[in-house]
């Protein structure tokens, strides 16, 4: 630590070189800027001043002449209209006057010249003019006349005299002004070559001290680090320079060191994982396989499966048609145990097939009008919503981009749930709205059935989860989990809103056209403060394959206040025997 005291800090011999230029050039500008002050007077007395003060005394010669040239023609004539340009004359000689004082008052060589022909023009007035203008008036045009004599004239002479004398004056003034301007400008240009030169000198200086105790120093340090970055870790890093870059290839060496040490720990490392790395891949590798002929197999199985469990169905309905009545009533309640087992076992077959053929098989994504899916969805529950006097109504809904029976299927499944989980004698109301959020559009289907605890929220997208028995609401689980796993598909998202006091919200988003984007900001900007209406949309994700449930609606369950385990509805359809029963004449189908 004590060889970092030793010399001058970098930042010392900057400070240094710095303070010296500056100290140079703030004493450089204050002489500069007194100068300039000294040379801004000198231009002003030169063109505010001494230029007037020429033609100022231009105008008192032309004022004397006037007065001198109307008390002749009042001495020739006798009229007194002869003598306005005499008093013109007068009042612009004052007035002039008046004004070459305030000018000159700088000038005491000015002012004494001036002060000679007020004094020689008041003798005139005195002895000339006015004893011409009084004869004149007493004794008529002959005596004046007489007056005005060859020594009346050299009097005036006397005058145009004074004044070339105050011009000269005046000019040799100017001419001092305008020699002090150029010295002044001459002594701020050689100051100014000082400037450049202090700056020249003092930047020379500071590239060759740079040179010297920074960039040798540090080229010398980047060269030690490269070699150790090639690989020679080995390579002791020793600083020269400033302190603060003998500090700093101390730190470096110490860096290096550590890093020497921990490269061992590494590449042991390395090596081990290269290892895991090895056996990981050949486990993915056998997993992928495994996957691959589980998914066959499971799809096959599924197939194979529908063969007996038809036959098992079908020839327990046989016998069911045949004997029942005939046998006792345990055989009776065996028989119908039989067939809905088989015919639940059907269900949950095609729907597992169907959940695993999403994604998977897929027909391309198009520009789907939901508010045409939506005619199609109530074409598909319109036995359910006949069967419990259902009432289906949707908003104008937007156009976006997805596969058309997926999204079919989505609605049919959300629809159908709501109709199944309906409130005891009240009668089903079911509305679909949208609403475009940033760049999505967020499509939420509401009814007034039994609702979902906040609880059980998410438990009822889970394949399988139930939340009410199957007896209360018959179905296999699977539907929300369809519909979630569309939804994500489609690149959305889906969540039940538990903030509802009546009634349970299903809401899930999908991507917006960019075209839908664009004309909703369009139309905000006018009105920044009012939301932009909500205009159609459409998703841009990879296709899939249309998915029908076994019973053709959503099979996931709601909570009920109870909080009981149950499954999904089968789109509330009438139980066997009862299709001609309830009232078809409530339905309603209504486009918002």
């Known amino acids: 630590m004590q060889a970092y005291q030793r010399g001058w800090t970098l930042r010392r011999r900057v400070v240094a070189l710095l303070s010296v230029v500056l100290v140079l050039l703030l004493g450089l500008a204050a002489a500069e800027a007194t100068l300039a002050a000294k040379n801004r007077q000198n231009i002003d007395a030169v063109l505010l001043k001494t230029g007037p003060l020429r033609v100022q005394a231009q105008e008192l010669l032309s004022a004397l002449l006037d007065q001198e040239t109307a008390v002749r023609g009042y001495a020739v004539n006798a009229d007194r209209k002869d003598l306005a340009p005499y008093e013109d004359g007068l009042k612009r000689e004052r007035d002039t006057v008046a004004e070459m004082r305030?000018?000159?008052?700088?000038?005491?060589?000015?002012?004494?010249?001036?002060?000679v022909v007020e004094q020689q023009a008041a003798?005139?007035?005195?002895?000339?003019?006015?004893?011409?203008?009084?004869?004149?008036?007493?004794?008529?045009?002959?005596?004046?006349?007489?007056?005005i004599t060859e020594q009346t004239r050299q009097r005036f002479d006397g005058i145009r005299v004074a004044v070339d004398k105050l011009q000269n004056e005046i000019l040799i003034v100017r001419q001092q002004t305008a020699a002090d301007v150029?010295?002044?400008?001459?002594?701020?240009?050689?100051?100014?070559?000082?400037?450049?030169l202090v700056v020249a000198v003092a930047g020379a200086v500071m590239l060759l001290s740079l040179d010297r105790i920074l960039i040798r120093p540090l080229a010398g340090l980047v060269g030690q680090v490269r070699e150790v970055a090639a690989g020679d870790y080995q390579h002791h890093i020793e600083g020269s320079g400033p302190p603060e870059f003998r500090r700093l290839a101390d730190d470096i060496d110490l860096m290096r060191q550590k890093i020497a040490r921990e490269l061992d720990e590494v590449r042991e490392a390395?090596?081990?994982?290269?290892?895991?790395?090895?056996?990981?891949?050949?486990?993915?590798?056998?997993?992928?396989?495994?996957?691959?002929?589980?998914?066959q197999f499971a799809y096959v199985a599924s197939h194979d499966l529908q063969e007996p469990l038809r036959k098992v169905a079908s020839f327990c309905q046989l016998l069911q048609r045949r004997y029942a009545g005939q046998l006792d009533e345990r055989a009776d309640q065996y028989i119908a145990f039989a067939v809905d087992?088989?015919?639940?076992?059907?269900?949950?077959?095609?729907?597992?097939?169907?959940?695993?053929?999403?994604?998977?098989?897929?027909?391309?994504?198009?520009?789907?009008?939901?508010?045409?899916?939506?005619g199609d969805v109530a074409g598909q529950t319109e036995a359910a919503r006949q069967y419990s006097d259902a009432e289906l109504s949707w908003d104008e809904l937007p156009v976006i981009r997805g596969e058309e029976p997926l999204l079919t299927n989505l609605l049919a499944n959300l629809v159908s749930n709501s109709i199944k989980f309906r409130r005891p004698d009240v009668a089903p109301k079911v509305h679909v709205s949208a609403r475009l959020v940033d760049d999505e559009w967020e499509i939420s289907c509401q009814d007034n059935g039994i609702g979902v605890e906040p609880e059980f929220a998410d438990k009822i997208f889970v394949i399988f989860q139930r939340l009410h028995a199957k007896d209360a609401y018959p179905g296999t689980g699977i539907g929300l989990a369809i519909v979630k796993k569309i939804v994500e598909y489609h690149g959305g998202r889906v969540w039940v809103d538990t903030g509802l006091d009546e009634g349970t919200a299903i809401r899930f988003t999908l991507p917006a056209l960019p075209e839908d984007v664009e004309r909703a900001r369009a139309a905000a900007e006018p009105e920044a403060g009012e939301p932009a209406?909500?205009?159609?949309?459409?998703?841009?994700?990879?296709?899939?394959?249309?998915?029908?449930?076994?019973?053709?609606a959503d099979d996931t369950l709601r909570s009920a206040p109870v909080g009981a385990q149950a499954d999904h509805a089968e789109g509330g359809e009438p139980p066997e025997g009862a299709a001609g029963h309830g009232t078809t004449g409530g339905m309603k189908e209504t486009v918002g």
Do not use: C, H
């Not at 290269?274 to 997993?287: D, F, I």
């Open 123 to 147: 003798q005139w007035r005195r002895d000339v003019a006015a004893p011409v203008i009084s004869t004149t008036e007493r004794s008529g045009p002959a005596a004046g006349r007489a007056l």
């Open 102 to 115: 305030a000018l000159a008052r700088d000038y005491p060589d000015v002012l004494r010249e001036l002060a």
């Open 270 to 295: 390395r090596e081990r994982i290269e290892w895991v790395n090895g056996q990981l891949q050949k486990q993915a590798e056998e997993l992928t396989r495994s996957n691959r002929d589980l998914e």
């Open 533 to 552: 209406d909500a205009e159609p949309a459409a998703a841009s994700e990879p296709s899939g394959e249309s998915v029908t449930t076994g019973d053709g």
């Open 341 to 374: 087992g088989a015919q639940r076992m059907q269900r949950l077959i095609n729907d597992l097939l169907a959940f695993s053929r999403i994604g998977r098989l897929t027909t391309g994504f198009t520009e789907v009008d939901l508010n045409k899916v939506m």
């Open 182 to 196: 150029n010295d002044t400008s001459n002594v701020l240009v050689v100051l100014l070559i000082i400037a450049a």
